[in-house]
């Protein structure tokens, strides 16, 4: 399965990154991409710019251990990760997740999957800009449940 | 060993990364935040609450209960927001 796993500052090309994992070839039958995008407001505080922090070396290797763990329980045809560091404006995109497959079902649950353990378990750190100070963005429970219930899950359904 | 501190962790130790050689009783990650802890105002600060405290060895997460020994890279740093 193809895999492309990069953490850059650059910004990417959602629709070009899905192009390339169906180029060539008839088997995939379904594409899901996810994109992140920065907001101008978080829980009703406006947000002027916010910083990503990351861990190289972890990062990718944490994110490859999860695109690793997709494709043990759905059969995936390709998987794409992109994520972003450094300084982002309001509507900057942040992740991209694209994933392939022979049909919708597995592509949709194997991008939740990916997007849900990137929030809790990548080494990426969130700093937001405010108007009035900068604050290190806390972690959500939602996010961490949101990961958890796929512990309990071992794969979509049938 | 060397230390990584990453978000507000190094923020407040004031540094990201150095290279120590804790004493032979820090066994596990949960020692070594304590014994971190005690090394100065800045390092008490980032420590004060290692309940929260999220840690890597050699790149991978482990548990307040992993052993430390042979580590080669001990990270600290807060509950991620990625994505």
């Not at chain 1, 002027?48 to 990062?59: D, F, I, K, N, R």
């Not at chain 1, 994110?63 to 494709?71: F, G, S, T």
């Not at chain 2, 949960?30 to 309940?51: H, Q, V």
Request: aromatic share 8%; proline share 6%; charged share 25%.
């Amino acid at each position: 399965m193809p895999v492309t796993i990069r953490l850059q500052s650059a910004d990417f090309d959602a629709a070009a990154e899905a192009a390339l994992l169906t180029r060539g070839r008839t088997d995939v039958g379904a594409v899901v991409t996810f994109t992140g995008i920065c907001r101008s407001s978080e829980a009703g505080a406006p947000v002027v710019a916010m910083t990503l922090e990351h861990y190289p070396g972890m990062a990718e290797a944490e994110i490859a251990r999860h695109v690793e763990e997709a494709e043990t329980r759905w059969p995936l045809l390709g998987v794409t990760v992109v994520h972003r560091h450094g300084r982002l404006l309001p509507g900057d995109n942040i992740v991209l997740v694209v994933t392939a497959a022979a049909h919708r079902g597995d592509a949709f649950a194997a991008a939740e999957f990916l997007m849900d353990y990137l929030k809790t378990r990548a080494p990426f750190w969130k700093r937001e800009e405010r108007p009035d100070g900068t604050i290190w963005v806390d972690a959500k429970s939602t996010d961490a449940a949101a990961a958890d219930r796929w512990a309990n899950r071992p794969q979509a359904a049938e | 060993m060397k230390l990584l501190y990453f978000a507000w962790l190094r923020e407040r130790v004031g540094k990201g990364e150095e290279v120590v050689e804790p004493p032979a009783g820090v066994t596990t990650v949960a020692d070594l935040m304590t014994w971190l802890a005690g090394r100065g105002e800045e390092y008490a600060f980032a420590f004060e609450n290692p309940n929260i405290i999220r840690a890597a060895i050699n790149r991978a997460h482990v548990k307040a209960s992993a052993p430390v020994a042979g580590a080669k890279e001990v990270a600290f740093f807060p509950p991620m927001t990625g994505g």
